[in-house]
C-alpha cells in the first residue's frame, strides 16, 4: 500500500486526491492546506486526515508521497521540506518560478535521492500522448511546422494568479505547458522569438512564441488567460510533417474542470487516405499521471516520462522567451 500526503487543497488537491482515490493499493493519509474550513471539509470528502501543520502531514512515518499542489511560489519551500524528510515528491508545474530555486530543489531531491517528478499533465493526456505516438511511429514524417495553443479566461479561485511574483503570470502558469510539450515532442530549442502583451502588474498574460528547434522544425505557440468572458478553454495542437498532419482540438467550458462535456477531436490527414478522425481511448490525464508516478515509486524506477532535469530546461526556456518578450528579440537558447 503506497501512502500519499496531500499539500494544498484547491483545484489540483482536489483534481489529485480524486485521482489517488481511484487507484488500488493506494491510499490518501492526509491532507494539509492554509484555510482551515476548506481543508477539514476536504478530509471529510476523502475520508483522510486534517493536518494544520503542513510538516506534521510531510514527517509522518506512514507516508510514502508528498504531493504539492499549492500556488507556484510556495513549491520549494514544502519540496525541500518533504526531501529533508525522505519522502517522494509530485510537484505540480511549473517546477518554481526562478531557475535558482529550481538547482536548489534539484539539489534536495538528489542529496535526498528520492522519487521526483513534475506534474507536466500534457505528457499524459490521451490526445497529445496519441500524437507523440503518431510523431514516432513515423505517420507524420518529418514535422517541420507545429502549432500549440492554450487559451482561457482569468483564473478567478485563487487570488494568488494575480499576483506576478506568485504565479508567474499565463507565461510561467500556462504558455509552458504546450512549450513543455512541444520540446518533449520535436527536441533540442535553438532559438526563440515572442511577443504579447503585458499586464500593468507587470505578467505576461497574452504571449504568442515562436520557437526554433536544432532539427530545424519550427513551432509557434499561443497562451493566454486574458480571455473575454464567454471564452472557453480552448487548447489545440497541429503538427505538420511531409507525410502527415494531425491536428487536435478541445474546447471546454469555462474552464478545465468541465473537460468530460468538452468538444474534442484528433484528425489526421494522410497522403493517399481520407482524413481519420482518431478514436482515441478516454481515460483523465490526471489519473495517467498520477498512476504512472505511484507505479514508480512502488517498482522503484526513476520517472522516466517526465524528469526534473527536462522540466528545469523547460523552465529555461520559458525564461529565454521572456526576455524576448522584454527586449523583443530572437535570442539563441544556450540549453
Ligand atoms: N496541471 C494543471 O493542469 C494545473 C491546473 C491548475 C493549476 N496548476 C498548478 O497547481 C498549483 C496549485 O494551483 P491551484 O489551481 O490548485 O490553486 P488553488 O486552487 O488556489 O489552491 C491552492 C491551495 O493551496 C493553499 N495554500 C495557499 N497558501 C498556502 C500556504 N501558505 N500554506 C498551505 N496552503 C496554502 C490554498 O489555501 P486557501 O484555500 O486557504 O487559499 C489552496 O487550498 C499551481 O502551481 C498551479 O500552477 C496546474
Same mark, same amino acid.
Given at each position: 500500500?503506497?501512502?500519499?500526503?496531500?499539500?494544498?487543497?484547491?483545484?489540483?488537491?482536489?483534481t489529485?486526491?480524486?485521482?489517488?482515490?481511484?487507484?488500488? $493499493?493506494?491510499?490518501?493519509?492526509?491532507?494539509?492546506?492554509?484555510g482551515?474550513?476548506?481543508?477539514r471539509?476536504?478530509?471529510?470528502?476523502?475520508?483522510?486526515?486534517?493536518?494544520?501543520?503542513?510538516?506534521?502531514?510531510?514527517?509522518?512515518?506512514?507516508?510514502?508521497?508528498?504531493?504539492?499542489?499549492?500556488?507556484?511560489?510556495?513549491?520549494?519551500?514544502?519540496?525541500?521540506?518533504?526531501?529533508?524528510?525522505?519522502?517522494?515528491?509530485?510537484?505540480?508545474?511549473p517546477?518554481?518560478?526562478?531557475?535558482?530555486?529550481?538547482?536548489?530543489?534539484?539539489?534536495?531531491?538528489?542529496k535526498?535521492?528520492?522519487k521526483?517528478?513534475?506534474?507536466?499533465?500534457?505528457?499524459?493526456?490521451?490526445?497529445?500522448?496519441?500524437?507523440?505516438?503518431?510523431? $514516432?511511429?513515423?505517420?507524420?514524417?518529418?514535422?517541420?511546422?507545429?502549432?500549440?495553443?492554450?487559451?482561457?479566461?482569468?483564473?478567478?479561485?485563487?487570488?494568488w494568479?494575480? $499576483?506576478?511574483?506568485?504565479?508567474?503570470?499565463?507565461?510561467?502558469?500556462?504558455?509552458?505547458?504546450?512549450?513543455?510539450?512541444?520540446?518533449?515532442?520535436?527536441?533540442?530549442?535553438?532559438?526563440?522569438y515572442?511577443?504579447?502583451?503585458?499586464?500593468?502588474?507587470?505578467?505576461?498574460?497574452?504571449?504568442?512564441?515562436?520557437?526554433?528547434?536544432?532539427?530545424?522544425?519550427k513551432?509557434?505557440a499561443?497562451?493566454?488567460?486574458?480571455?473575454?468572458?464567454g471564452?472557453?478553454?480552448?487548447?489545440?495542437?497541429?503538427?505538420?510533417?511531409?507525410?502527415g498532419?494531425? $491536428?487536435?482540438?478541445?474546447?471546454?467550458?469555462?474552464?478545465l474542470?468541465?473537460?468530460?462535456?468538452?468538444?474534442?477531436?484528433?484528425?489526421?490527414?494522410?497522403?493517399?487516405?481520407?482524413?481519420?478522425?482518431?478514436?482515441?481511448?478516454?481515460?483523465?490525464?490526471?489519473?495517467?499521471?498520477?498512476?504512472?508516478?505511484?507505479?514508480?515509486?512502488?517498482?522503484?524506477k526513476?520517472?522516466?516520462?517526465?524528469?526534473?532535469?527536462?522540466?528545469?530546461?523547460?523552465l529555461?526556456?520559458?525564461?529565454?522567451?521572456?526576455?524576448s518578450?522584454?527586449?523583443?528579440?530572437?535570442?539563441?537558447?544556450?540549453?
Amino acid at each position: 500500500m503506497i501512502k500519499v500526503g496531500i499539500i494544498g487543497a484547491g483545484f489540483m488537491g482536489r483534481t489529485h486526491g480524486d485521482a489517488y482515490n481511484k487507484l488500488d $493499493d493506494v491510499q490518501l493519509v492526509g491532507i494539509a492546506s492554509r484555510g482551515q474550513e476548506k481543508a477539514r471539509k476536504y478530509a471529510e470528502d476523502y475520508h483522510c486526515t486534517n493536518y494544520p501543520e503542513a510538516e506534521e502531514l510531510i514527517k509522518h512515518p506512514d507516508v510514502d508521497i508528498i504531493d504539492i499542489c499549492l500556488p507556484t511560489y510556495l513549491h520549494e519551500q514544502y519540496v525541500i521540506m518533504a526531501a529533508s524528510h525522505g519522502k517522494h515528491i509530485l510537484c505540480e508545474k511549473p517546477f518554481s518560478l526562478t531557475l535558482e530555486s529550481a538547482d536548489r530543489m534539484l539539489a534536495a531531491v538528489r542529496k535526498a535521492g528520492v522519487k521526483f517528478m513534475i506534474a507536466q499533465v500534457l505528457r499524459f493526456w490521451p490526445e497529445y500522448m496519441k500524437i507523440k505516438e503518431f510523431y $514516432d511511429n513515423g505517420s507524420l514524417g518529418k514535422v517541420r511546422v507545429l502549432y500549440a495553443n492554450r487559451l482561457a479566461q482569468f483564473p478567478d479561485w485563487g487570488t494568488w494568479f494575480q $499576483d506576478v511574483e506568485k504565479s508567474g503570470g499565463a507565461l510561467f502558469d500556462l504558455h509552458l505547458h504546450d512549450i513543455d510539450y512541444v520540446r518533449y515532442l520535436m527536441g533540442p530549442v535553438k532559438s526563440v522569438y515572442a511577443t504579447g502583451k503585458q499586464d500593468d502588474n507587470g505578467a505576461w498574460n497574452h504571449v504568442v512564441s515562436v520557437l526554433n528547434f536544432v532539427n530545424g522544425a519550427k513551432a509557434v505557440a499561443e497562451g493566454s488567460n486574458k480571455m473575454t468572458p464567454g471564452y472557453p478553454f480552448t487548447m489545440s495542437l497541429r503538427a505538420v510533417g511531409d507525410q502527415g498532419t494531425v $491536428d487536435f482540438n478541445f474546447s471546454a467550458g469555462f474552464n478545465l474542470e468541465e473537460r468530460d462535456t468538452a468538444v474534442n477531436n484528433l484528425v489526421l490527414y494522410r497522403k493517399e487516405h481520407s482524413p481519420e478522425v482518431v478514436d482515441v481511448e478516454q481515460k483523465d490525464a490526471y489519473l495517467n499521471e498520477i498512476e504512472y508516478f505511484v507505479d514508480c515509486v512502488k517498482n522503484d524506477k526513476n520517472p522516466k516520462v517526465v524528469t526534473p532535469e527536462q522540466s528545469k530546461e523547460v523552465l529555461e526556456i520559458v525564461h529565454t522567451i521572456k526576455d524576448s518578450l522584454e527586449n523583443g528579440e530572437v535570442i539563441d537558447y544556450q540549453g
